[in-house]
């Protein structure tokens, strides 16, 4: 194999096709996020995958840069992270306000904005049709090679969420549902324009957050396939009557798919411990009554009750998250108006050790208040309400972005795939503002989505012409 760097390609053997180092470092990049949890078990500490994924992203920007200044041509995809940049500002003058220090802001900034440099990057580094399709078929790959590591666990582990979330990052539990949604919303909008055999690989997808142990799969499952359904029906109803135009949904489809929730809701409180219903109300009742305790506990309540322990030495006497949302709105209300709307500065909650000793805890420390909360809360905490809507933005711009240009499209195949996309995206932002930090700081899902954002952005579906 030789490189030759004056034409930016790889060669490889005889009937290998070539690869741009643009390519090639992306699809590194897709490999390395989605084989995380394989590499730390193969003794790699993912800190250190972290910071390689960082550096990575950090050198398609460059590059995209370097293209741009080469071909005298403005950047793209400048105006979609723009509301980020709003966000970042908001928190480095807040934080220069209220104290926080250089590192704070540093890690603040870090945290925001190096998973947009990617994005940035392949917008702007040169991708053809063809390289196109040889990433989607490497994300098409390494989304399937999650299965055997969740085989391993149910077979051998069992359900539980703290192991082998896949061959993902092993440091969130959470993206043991985001993962499968996300892909979910691909194959959903699949199913529902091809059925088939598609229904089976739906249903495995389906069942992986059982394995996983997320009980907010009972909910999140057909919130998810009701938004399929929508987004499908919009869809056809578009290009009715046109010459490209999109199957309706069929009976036999809406049963198929209803099985596929009966299905799951029934192993979720059959399989999973805390879902497991007893004898003395309905199980819709008793499944109820635990949502609203899950998600408004306080530290009263019984689900936080401990013989042995209070909760100044349990980290596991936590607020719901609806209650964790309240209770930081007042905290930081009470505060004063200005701290309201721009927070407390970057780095204000943030538990890394690299920001200092003891952080683990730092919201309970600092505030009294422990639970578990999404990025979008804590960007409210370090930049208000005003960096909170900032990067609202973000997610508004990719999605009108998307929108444009599925209104361009004119194949079938680019029709499900751009709108197999604004469902990832829309699954992405309910984990950034409300479930969790992990589709964000991992690593491990933003990668193939903004890589997916960007080959239907450049191209629709990059389907070979002959």
């Known amino acids: 194999m030789r490189i030759k760097f004056s034409e930016l390609e790889i060669s490889g053997l005889s009937g290998l096709r070539q690869l741009s180092i643009g390519e090639f470092l992306v699809a590194s990049l897709l490999v390395l996020s989605m084989t995380q949890g394989a590499w730390v078990a193969a003794g790699i500490r993912e800190s250190m995958l972290k910071a390689a994924l960082e550096a990575g992203f950090i050198a398609l920007f460059a590059m995209g840069v370097a293209q741009r200044l080469r071909s005298r041509q403005l950047l793209s995809g400048i105006q979609l992270i723009l509301p980020f940049c709003v966000a970042v500002l908001f928190g480095l003058v807040s934080g220069a306000t209220q104290g926080a220090s250089f590192i704070e802001s540093l890690f603040y900034v870090r945290l925001l904005v190096v998973p947009l440099l990617f994005l940035v990057g392949i917008l702007n580094i040169p991708l053809d049709r063809a390289a196109s399709r ?53 194959l959903l909008l699949l199913y529902l324009y091809k059925g088939g055999w598609t229904i089976l690989i739906v249903t495995i997808y389906a069942f992986l957050p059982v394995v996983n142990e997320k009980r907010a799969v009972v909910v999140m499952l057909p919130l998810l396939v009701a938004a399929a359904f929508y987004v499908y029906a919009q869809l056809s109803s578009r290009h009715l009557g046109e010459q490209i135009g999109i199957p309706r949904i069929t009976i036999g489809k809406l049963a198929s798919l209803s099985v596929v929730c009966i299905t799951v809701w029934i192993s979720s409180v059959t399989l999973i411990p805390s879902l497991q219903c007893g004898s003395d109300e309905p199980c819709p009742v008793q499944l109820l009554k635990y949502g609203k305790d899950y998600l408004l506990r306080d530290y009263s309540s019984p689900m936080n009750h401990s013989d042995t322990t209070t909760k100044d030495n349990n980290t596991n006497i936590q607020l719901g998250r609806l209650k964790l949302m309240q209770e930081s709105i007042e905290t930081l209300a009470d505060r004063g108006l200005g701290t309201l709307i721009f927070g407390l500065g970057g780095g204000a909650i943030n538990p890394s050790p690299n920001l200092g000793p003891n952080r683990t805890d730092i919201m309970f420390d600092k505030f009294g208040l422990r639970g578990t909360y999404s990025f979008g809360l804590m960007l409210l905490w370090e930049g208000g309400i005003a960096s909170v809507i900032a990067a609202a933005g973000f997610f508004v711009f990719l999605w009108l972005a998307l929108e444009k240009q599925l209104a361009g499209v004119h194949t079938n195949s680019s029709i499900i795939f751009g709108g197999g996309i604004i469902l990832m995206v829309a699954v992405l932002a309910f984990d950034f503002f409300v479930y969790s930090t992990a589709g964000w700081l991992t690593h491990s899902v933003t990668p193939f989505i903004f890589t997916l954002s960007a080959i239907f952005l450049r191209h629709g579906y990059p389907a070979k012409v002959d």
Do not use: C, D, N
């Not at 390494?142 to 969740?150: E, N």
């Not at 896949?166 to 499968?180: D, H, M, V």
């Open 134 to 186: 040889r990433l989607l078929l490497l994300i098409a790959s390494l989304m399937l090679l999650q299965l055997p590591f969740f085989t391993y666990k149910w077979m051998v582990i069992g359900v539980e969420e703290k192991h082998w979330i896949g061959g993902l990052s092993q440091t969130a539990g959470q993206l043991g549902l985001i993962f499968p949604m996300l892909v979910l919303s691909m």
